[in-house]
């Protein structure tokens, strides 16, 4: 059981390329999240999905694209990076979007933009 | 909208210290509270938790309770280790306001050397 696993967990790009962060989850949880972590700021949502086949923006979702590909896996898409997006992205799974259950957070992912 | 404040770091002690960091929100509602830990190069762990008011959370040695009255929920431990060197981040979830999603605060990087 290895919980909530995310890839890469580093990547350099150049402003303007395009990357996916991919995310998946073994606990049969049905939501799922994802985090920017910076300096001074805390977590800021990004985008979330409540259910298998729904998506919602978060906090801060401009910039950024995602998909439920099925129950387990949810990923994250950086059309043309900015390095406004140099940041830590955790990926986070529920067993459902309601109630007081704690979210499950993978080891992220550092990203650096140039 | 709701939010999370707590005190900046970084907070360094000697090994066996008294700890407490605090952490104050504003919700409408009744927020659920939580308090994660982020050990260095890993994912955030949920340390403990508190679901309504006057409610203690505890786990490894850490407490924090649920004081509706000052909207407070400080982390305390009598003696800290080490091991318990990390950035805790104090968190609520609001189901009865607009949002139903984690608000971190900024995170306290806490330092304890032996």
């Known amino acids: 059981n290895a919980g909530v696993t995310q890839t890469p967990k580093f990547q350099v790009l150049k402003t303007g390329q395009s990357m996916t962060l991919q995310c998946a989850q073994d606990m049969n949880h049905n939501s799922m999240y994802w985090y920017r972590q910076d300096p001074g700021m805390g977590l800021r949502l990004i985008y979330y999905s409540a259910s298998e086949g729904t998506t919602d923006k978060g906090e801060v979702p401009n910039g950024y694209n995602v998909s439920r590909l099925n129950k387990r896996e949810f990923s994250l898409r950086l059309e043309s990076a900015a390095p406004s997006q140099t940041s830590v992205y955790f990926c986070a799974s529920k067993p459902i979007s309601g109630g007081t259950d704690t979210q499950y957070f993978g080891p992220g992912t550092r990203l650096t933009v140039l | 909208g709701d939010s999370v404040t707590q005190m900046e770091g970084p907070v360094t002690l000697s090994e066996e210290a008294f700890l407490t960091i605090n952490c104050t929100y504003t919700a409408t509602g009744y927020p659920s509270l939580f308090w994660y830990v982020q050990y260095p190069g890993e994912g955030l762990q949920l340390l403990l938790k508190?679901?309504?008011?006057?409610d203690k959370g505890s786990n490894k040695g850490f407490e924090a309770t649920y004081r509706k009255e000052t909207t407070s929920f400080h982390l305390e431990k009598g003696s800290v280790q080490v091991s318990d060197s990390a950035v805790y981040f104090c968190a609520l979830l609001n189901y009865g306001g607009a949002t139903n999603k984690l608000i971190f605060g900024t995170g306290t990087l806490l330092a304890v050397q032996p």
């Open positions: 508190a679901t309504k008011a006057d």
